[in-house]
């Protein structure tokens, strides 16, 4: 069983996340049908990169300007880009 906490965050058991293919990164779509939560990896990795990207351009930064992706960007943007891809390779293999 697994427990909403304050914040309304819930943990994903490790068996379904690996059965589902989702890898930290990944985004999911979350609606309601009926009485029930239905929760859904996006499944175009290519689009989810390029709105990440897009993200990253449009977020203001404290120096006034951003910074590409593959030219330095900030460790989480490219953590999240790397594990976003990995779960692209990950589906493309099956």
């Keep these: 069983m697994v427990t909403v906490d304050s914040k309304g965050r819930i943990v994903l058991p490790q068996k379904v996340r690996e059965r589902l293919g989702l890898t930290p990164g990944t985004e999911v779509d979350i609606r309601e049908e009926g009485d029930k939560a239905i929760v859904e990896p996006e499944d175009d990795p290519e ?21 590409p992706l593959d030219d330095g960007a900030d460790p989480i943007a490219q953590k ?8 692209a390779e990950k589906n493309s293999d099956e």
């Design 47 to 67: 689009r989810i990169i390029e709105r990440m990207e897009q993200l990253v351009e449009d977020t203001p930064s404290e120096r006034g300007k951003t910074t």
């Design 80 to 87: 999240h880009r790397t594990a976003v891809r990995r779960g």
